[in-house]
């Protein structure tokens, strides 16, 4: 065998991150029921290699111009007869969402010690889920992109149908079933129309070969003609967008954050829906850049009705986890809004804006999930004054929300900036009201921070604990990436920048 | 005319595994029987399958009787993928037989009976000898159906089973015979030329459209399903499974090849039927399925829409189609014995089959109810189980036919079927049961279902063996037209 060399380690990391999840959720399998000690132990351990392997590649990703667009390949034939292969590799665009991915569920798996019932078939679930977040985002080749995309979605029904809670309010309730089914058929519902443009675009590419690089050089040389791409962007905006919570087909979206168990939200707003936007920029603008360009400025329109409604909603509501829900419906919009604006800058905005709102929401799902399962509620009416007795909550809470409306100085900011530099080269009208959603965040942001943690304390909650250490921690590693980003961005920019470039090369006048 | 009856071995030690079963019966003590009985069937047709059709893979396209029967590579995967098939049934009866029906040693007679009808139609190159190898099938299972004596349920199905089979095999006789007055022939290949003038006069059209009312009420496709779903309630559960494996498969073992070798060059004048009948037959059997309480009823509708999905490939009939359809037939056999194994081993121990029923059944017996999911899973199309590849693949290679249409219709098929398995899987985790002890499956069901979830798997993550042995076979059909 041949020394263990740089090229050795990024020959084998991208593969040895997926089998290290599909081992995980196996080792947890053969565990018998009665050592949840043992079972928590694994996944907690699993989740810092993972951490630590997400966080290799993005060390190990030469973003020097000149290096070529995706590094890291791996290949093994899988099916000829249909073109297919296991392909990994990774570009600039991937390597953020790998570590998003890394620092998610490593902080997902601590938070999830407490989880009732019988926790081993929930950390099959977890890691299978896992397994699949990180195949679609390192996959070269379209049918195992697809492959790993339903093998993400998949899961999330049982999660959310056994280990969520439902939620009742005076007007209306929201079983968990309900909501696990809801999201579950308007996520597969809308992998139809995926998996109906992956075959067309392979027909009409006419290569015979599902592999990425492959199909985007043969688009690049007119493979595929204009008038097909702009019928077929379509099916690729929608069947991604539901994923992405664009709107109006976001509705799934909400009810299922606010059913699932914490850890699961945090997958779910932090990774799953970035799948979503993944997805557009993977198939749509590498695979069908006309189409892109035809619909633009529909993606654009509906992405800034997804930052104003999401934003307006994310007021009305009481429940802790349905702000946070509708809040991310609102921060998805700036991600669909910079890819829209076909703009380099913009693009860029919105890969960072995946990555920054990826953790943020994940921090807020943490602390709200420690308020629940103290109050046992998380209704912000009865909530008042917590910070006297939940102070590093109450710090931690703060900082995401700042983060989340976009103060300088934390990852928020450098992500809305960019979206908005390119938005008003691109569409001014559209960027202000983007800007006006923004505003509109950090009023009901604000005013939930005063609510829930400041002003007197609800002597109802005074028997409340602070948050313990562990959840402090996972907490933690979640804020650090915020902290990093806001104060020194360029590490990431450089990044995502040369993943970009690439991305944007077949794009008409690109 | 030099006949090489070694070829023919497999189905003469059928015929004498099948007398042998019956002696058995006749032979043994009364309380051993069904174990003797049963005994000598699986190892019979294990037996079969691991030493005889090795020694006639590499016979290149041997036929008898000029091409009336034939022995190729096509033949002999169908062969031994019906005989293990029938090895899995009997494992998965055993307890079931043992339990309600009395005449245990008639039952896997005629379970060996039935795959020797299977085999037959694999290998017929010819609309008579089709014809004896459905009606030796379909005759084994009229009987089966009735063998649960003492339920009503069981007689009406046989009843229904037996009266709608005999019209539609008077039908199917009636088309082949217009069909040889017009053509003069009854061998698929030596239709083909007088078929490649097209469909046109009337009265090919009537035979042909004839046999394929027979055909559609063996496959039980639209219009001609609705026996299905009575015959799958009311037959032996292990009955009702191989009503939805062996004699889906045999069908679509003997439908390929008849459309491959005899109606290549029409394919303008039938493709469109064809494909209308497929979107339909999936459409109504998944919309139907919804409606279903009873878990029999409910396979029933759902293998009425996977043959929709099977008819896909049928009509693109290209070379990757018809490789296609064939690992679609593999996967969604190792997946539809699992989930019947499930449904046996639940209803020995509770004596229900509603979906109701399967309310806790992930904490009365975790594993079964882990391998049911996964089953479900792959019937819906997801990955990593067999049905992702399979569905992908035959999609696939009919888009490129220019059918898009119907695979978008097959998808969104695809979505709706997944709705009601998820049905039954959200009583198995999700419902309250209303009896919680836990259940004891045997260890023999246990490891049949090891065995049938890892073909699942292996299907779903690594296909490329299976379909480089599928490739093989399908080249002894005649090459595609383009």
Redesign the interface.
């Given at each position: 065998m041949e020394p263990i060399s740089q090229n050795y380690f990024e020959e084998h990391i991208l593969e040895s991150l997926i089998y290290l999840t599909m081992l995980t959720a196996l080792v947890i399998v053969l565990i018998p029921r009665r050592q949840a000690h043992l079972i928590r132990l694994v996944a907690i351990g699993s989740g810092a290699l993972l951490l630590l392997g997400s966080v290799l590649v993005f060390v190990a990703f030469d973003y020097a111009s000149g290096e070529p667009a995706y590094q890291m390949l791996r290949s093994y034939s899988w099916l000829d007869q249909l073109g297919i292969d296991f392909r990994l590799g990774v570009d600039g665009i991937a390597v953020p969402m790998v570590v998003l991915t890394g620092v998610v569920i490593f902080s997902a798996s601590i938070v999830s010690w407490n989880i009732e019932r019988v926790n081993k078939n929930y950390f099959v679930l977890l890691y299978v889920l896992v397994a699949g977040v990180y195949g679609t985002f390192v996959s070269l080749d379209l049918f195992f992109f697809f492959f790993f995309y339903e093998l993400a979605v998949v899961p999330m029904y049982l999660l959310i149908a056994v280990w969520g809670s439902s939620s009742t309010f005076e007007t209306f309730s929201r079983t968990k079933e309900y909501s696990a089914l809801k999201l579950t058929i308007y996520l597969v519902a809308a992998s139809v129309l995926v998996w109906v443009a992956i075959i067309a675009i392979y027909v009409a590419a006419d290569t015979g070969t599902f592999n990425i690089i492959e199909l985007q050089k043969a688009v690049q040389n007119g493979a595929i003609d204009v008038r097909a791409q702009q019928v077929l962007f379509p099916l690729v905006l929608l069947g991604f967008g539901t994923l992405a919570g664009l709107w109006p087909f976001h509705t799934w979206s909400p009810d299922g954050h606010v059913a699932a168990p914490t850890a699961v939200s945090m997958l779910h707003a932090g990774v799953l829906m970035k799948l979503g936007a993944f997805g557009i920029i993977r198939v749509g603008m590498l695979l069908l850049p006309e189409g892109l360009d035809h619909w633009a400025l529909v993606l654009f329109i509906m992405a800034t009705i997804n930052v104003l409604y999401g934003a307006f909603s994310a007021m009305a509501q009481t429940d802790l986890k349905y702000v946070i829900g509708y809040s991310s419906v609102s921060h998805m919009g700036y991600v669909l809004m910079g890819i829209a604006t076909l703009e380099h800058i913009g693009v860029t905005g919105a890969v960072l804006q995946m990555f920054s709102h990826g953790v943020m929401t994940a921090l807020f799902f943490v602390l709200v999930g420690a308020i629940y399962d103290r109050a046992h509620t998380r209704d912000s009416v009865v909530l008042n004054g917590l910070a006297k007795r939940m102070g590093i909550t109450a710090i931690f809470f703060a900082f995401a929300g700042l983060a989340s409306l976009g103060l300088p100085g934390l990852s928020g900011f450098v992500a809305e900036l960019l979206v908005f530099i390119g938005a008003f080269r691109t569409e001014p009208i559209l960027a202000v009201l983007g800007v006006i959603g923004a505003a509109v965040t950090a009023v009901y942001i604000l005013r939930l921070i005063a609510r829930v943690f400041f002003g007197p304390l609800n002597p109802q909650w005074d028997h409340l604990t602070d948050i313990s250490k562990r959840e402090g921690f996972a907490a933690a590693v979640l804020a650090v990436p915020i902290l990093f980003i806001g104060i020194w961005p360029s590490p990431f920019l450089r990044v995502i920048n040369s993943g970009v470039d690439v991305a944007m090369q077949g794009l008409p006048g690109g | 005319m030099n006949i090489d009856f070694s070829l023919l071995i497999p189905e003469f030690m059928l015929a004498g595994l099948a007398f042998a079963v019956l002696g058995v019966d006749l032979l043994a003590p009364e309380h051993r029987r069904n174990v003797l009985s049963a005994t000598t069937a699986a190892v019979g047709l294990s037996a079969i399958a691991a030493f005889t059709l090795p020694y006639l893979w590499n016979e290149q396209d041997a036929s008898l009787y000029d091409g009336i029967y034939r022995v190729d590579q096509y033949a002999l995967l169908f062969k031994a993928f019906f005989l293990a098939v029938g090895a899995v049934s009997v494992l998965m009866s055993v307890e079931y037989v043992g339990q309600r029906i009395k005449h245990s040693g008639e039952f896997y007679g005629m379970l060996v009976f039935s795959v020797l009808g299977a085999v037959v139609m694999a290998s017929a190159g010819e609309l008579l000898t089709a014809y004896i190898g459905i009606e030796l099938l379909t005759f084994s299972l009229y009987v089966m159906v009735a063998l649960h004596r003492g339920d009503t349920r069981s007689a009406e199905a046989s009843t229904k089973y037996i009266l709608l089979g005999a019209l539609s095999s008077a039908v199917l006789l009636y088309g082949i015979s217009i069909l040889y007055g017009t053509l003069g022939s009854t061998v698929f290949t030596s239709m083909e030329p007088s078929l490649a003038f097209g469909l046109g006069t009337a009265t090919i059209l009537v035979g042909f459209a004839m046999l394929l009312a027979g055909f559609g009420f063996k496959l039980a496709a639209v219009p001609f399903h609705l026996w299905a779903p009575d015959v799958y309630e009311g037959a032996p559960t292990p009955v009702t499974a191989l009503l939805s494996v062996l004699s889906k498969a045999a069908a679509f073992a003997l439908i390929l090849r008849f459309f491959a070798e005899a109606l290549p060059s029409s394919i303008d004048d039938w493709q469109l039927t064809i494909a209308v009948i497929a979107a339909a037959t999936m459409t109504i059997g998944n919309l139907t399925a919804i409606a279903q309480h009873n878990v029999k009823r409910l396979l029933a509708y759902s293998s009425v829409g996977q043959v929709g999905f099977l008819m896909v490939g049928l009509v693109a009939l290209t070379e990757?189609a018809s490789?296609a359809l064939v690992l679609h037939l593999i996967g969604y056999a190792f997946t539809n014995l699992a989930v019947f194994m499930v449904l046996i081993a639940l209803e020995n121990r509770t004596g229900k089959e509603e979906i109701v029923d399967f309310a806790g059944l992930?904490?009365r017996a975790p594993f079964s109810a882990m391998v049911m999911t996964a089953s479900l899973?792959s019937l819906a199309g997801?990955?990593?189980f067999a049905g992702?590849?399979t569905k992908?693949?035959l999609?696939?290679?009919a888009?490129?036919e220019g059918l898009?249409w119907l695979?978008?219709i097959a998808?969104?098929n695809?979505?709706i079927s997944?709705?009601y398995y998820?049905r039954i899987?959200?009583q198995m985790?999700?419902e309250e049961p209303s009896e919680t002890s836990p259940l004891r499956v045997p260890v023999l069901t246990t490891l049949v279902l090891i065995a049938l979830l890892a073909g699942t798997v292996f299907i779903g993550v690594?296909?490329?063996p299976i379909?480089d042995i599928i490739?093989v076979a399908n080249r002894s059909l005649p090459p595609f037209v383009p």
């Open positions: - | 990757a490789s992930g904490n899973f997801l990955p990593i992702f590849i992908f693949y999609f696939t290679s888009a490129g898009l695979v978008g998808i969104a695809s979505v997944l709705y998820l899987v959200r985790y999700v690594y296909p490329g379909v490739e």
